[in-house]
């Protein structure tokens, strides 16, 4: 039964089994190099996938800016950081096609709103714009034993805009015609006469005191949160002098409230003519308050570029000049080595005067 028939039988089968042996491997083979086609045209497709993700990614992070920015102002509204950083801003955001907008972070002389900027990330979306009592107040806390609250390491420098000798205002019914008179009355009165300022070590405190290292005399400082709300307390009498820009005392000038005794700068101011320094006065004494702009460190350097320049094309601006001429306020470019160079050497003199202030309840 199963002898040569039953061969016979499987010969005869064997071609159709050779056939389907072949069959199924050229299927096989087919399909290996179908399954081959398809992975390999999978990969390609992740692969597209993922480049265009990172493309995507490249693209956004070169796309700054595409949301608005936060320019922080560590003072009340109405100083001069706040009236120099509201037509900054306006300037910058017509280069830049993003609303800059102003945020007050007042206190402890600026300094609440410099560490929350420093705590943010270095991404472009917050810049700071600070006046030179971010170089003092990291002084002032080592004097008093205080751990830092920030260090300048915490900033990248974008650019210096302004740069003002201060001038020292009393109200226009005061009794002291000028720096000299004031003074012999506080070498008279040591601790009596008040003056407002800015904040502890901030910069107004820093140049009315210095003024008074010089002078041998002693007033009583009342700090409050902002350049214009130690205006506002010159003007309702609860202060008898302050410092400002002359940006800030100009209108009040204008408006016959206060006088001018004297200027810290190096050289009468063209606004004031008349003013003198303090150094014509008798008094060793000078004193710049200069506005800036700075972000988070590591700031990375193709929006540090951005920044930069549109902060110098800011500086150029029809509108931004304008509001810097009603100001009567300089306007004073630097960025880069020059500003780090500027800062360092300011953060050295001014370093003299809080350590010769000491420690301050």
């Not at 992070?61 to 706040?82: E, H, K, L, N």
């Not at 041998?216 to 009498?237: D, E, K, N, T, W």
């Not at 540090?304 to 150029?316: E, I, K, M």
Request: charged share 15%; glycine share 12%.
């Amino acid at each position: 039964m199963y002898g040569p028939a039953t061969a016979g039988a499987v010969g005869m089968q064997r071609p159709k089994t050779a056939q389907c042996v072949r069959a199924f491997g050229t299927a096989r083979g087919a399909s290996i190099v179908s399954q081959r086609f398809v992975g390999a045209a999978m990969a390609a497709a992740i692969a597209t996938v993922l480049l265009g993700a990172g493309a995507a990614a490249a693209q956004s992070q070169g796309a700054w800016p595409s949301r608005p920015i936060t320019m922080v102002v560590p003072f009340a509204p109405g100083g001069i950081a706040d009236i120099t950083g509201r037509p900054l801003a306006q300037a910058m955001t017509r280069t830049l096609g993003q609303p800059i907008v102003i945020e007050n972070r007042p206190g402890a002389g600026g300094g609440v709103g410099m560490v929350h900027v420093a705590r943010q990330k270095p991404d472009g979306y917050t810049l700071l714009m600070a006046l030179s009592s971010i170089v003092t107040i990291p002084e002032a806390d080592r004097v008093n034993g205080r751990t830092p609250s920030y260090q300048m390491k915490d900033f990248t420098s974008v650019a210096l805009v302004s740069a003002d000798p201060t001038v020292l205002i009393v109200r226009a019914d005061s009794p002291w015609k000028s720096v000299a008179d004031l003074m012999k009355d506080a070498r008279s009165r040591p601790g009596k006469i008040t003056y407002s300022s800015s904040g502890i070590y901030g910069t107004l405190h820093v140049a009315v005191e210095m003024l008074a290292q010089s002078a041998g005399a002693q007033m009583l400082h009342v700090p409050f949160g902002g350049g214009g709300p130690a205006m506002s307390a010159l003007l309702g009498g609860q202060v008898e002098v302050t410092a400002q820009a002359p940006g800030v005392a100009s209108p009040h000038v204008k408006a016959g409230k206060v006088r001018l005794l004297g200027s810290w700068g190096n050289q009468r101011l063209k606004a004031f003519p008349d003013l003198p320094t303090m150094r014509e006065a008798g008094f060793d004494a000078e004193f710049y308050i200069w506005s800036g702009v700075f972000a988070p460190a590591g700031l990375p350097a193709d929006v540090l570029a951005r920044v930069r320049t549109s902060v110098r094309d800011a500086v150029a601006d029809p509108g931004f000049i304008k509001a810097m001429v009603t100001m009567e306020t300089p306007i004073m470019h630097l960025q880069g080595a020059e500003f780090d160079d500027f800062l360092q050497r300011d953060a050295r003199r001014l370093a003299d005067v809080i350590r010769r202030m000491g420690k301050l309840e």
